[in-house]
């Protein structure tokens, strides 16, 4: 019998802030395509304009990823690589997986100076201890979704996949996205992180706060003796229109930030 999750203590990965840290942004479920350049040039501005010390990415930066050798040929890829690449000389960008973008590995992140979060991971900032995870893993109530996660998220499945072609990577990741796309319009609805689990990872961080992504619905919520925010996705090309950083300082004011006008 497998163990219970609720249950089960998360391996965590820890970040320590140095003292020189005074701002650090959390970003996630951006989901950058080709097809959504308001999006693109939206996180293209907050990238190249940010005050923050450190902009920690919480997953699904990207639409899809079937392999880093796909940003070898893919020239919209390329301009997102030369966007963290830059970035990285000016401030520390960390990323953690998500549901889409599981397959970035250290090649990409080498080549854009990125740094790995494990996931999840706890950030300590001055007195502050955040857990941070992209999100997924906490909803237990998608079941086709956690099976597939197990399935995927597997070294015999990722070896194999990526053994495949490119255009036979690139044909799957379409039908993926176009069953993702119909559950969407079908008015299906997300399931939220489990309260349980995101309990128990928070008291086994011994964290003040879990902020994660993935479920697109940007709210705070209290838990136990601390609280769960949620981040937002990012989305300029389509409405609504939203567009948030989650932002923290060092002595400890938290915001919501827009990063972009709304569009005309």
């Known amino acids: 019998m497998s163990a219970d999750p609720r249950t089960t203590a998360p391996t965590l990965g820890r ?24 999006t693109f040039e939206a996180w293209c501005q907050y990238m190249a304009n940010t005050p923050a010390d450190a902009v920690l990415i919480l997953g699904d930066l990207f639409e899809v990823w079937v392999g880093d050798d796909a940003a070898e040929t893919d020239p919209f890829l390329q301009r997102c690589a030369q966007v963290l690449r830059q970035s990285a000389q000016r401030l520390h960008v960390a990323f953690m997986p ?16 990125m740094h790995a979060l494990s996931d999840p991971c706890l950030l300590v900032l001055g007195e502050q201890r955040i857990l941070l995870s992209h999100g997924d893993a906490l909803c237990l ?17 990722q070896t194999d996949f990526l053994a495949k072609p490119l255009h036979e990577r690139l044909a799957l990741a379409r039908g993926m996205r ?20 995101a309990l128990n990872w928070l008291n086994t961080a011994e964290a003040d ?39 923290l300082q060092r002595e400890g004011a938290i915001t919501r930030l827009d990063a972009a006008a709304t569009p005309a």
């Open 209 to 247: 706060r879990l902020v994660h992504g993935h479920t697109h619905q940007p709210l705070d919520h209290p838990l136990g003796e601390g609280q769960r925010h949620v981040t937002s996705d990012w989305s300029l090309d389509h409405v609504p229109y939203r567009a948030q950083v989650f932002r």
């Open 15 to 38: 970040l320590t802030a140095p003292t020189a840290w005074q701002t650090v942004d959390l970003i996630s479920d951006l989901h950058l395509q080709a097809s959504e350049p308001a």
């Open 98 to 113: 998500g549901n889409r973008d599981f397959l970035v590995g250290p090649a990409f992140l080498s080549d854009c100076n």
């Open 141 to 157: 109530d998608d079941l086709d979704y956690q099976a597939f996660r197990q399935k995927v998220r597997s070294t015999d499945w």
């Open 178 to 197: 176009a069953q993702s796309e119909s559950q969407k319009h079908s008015g299906a609805i997300y399931a939220d992180a489990d309260s349980d689990m």
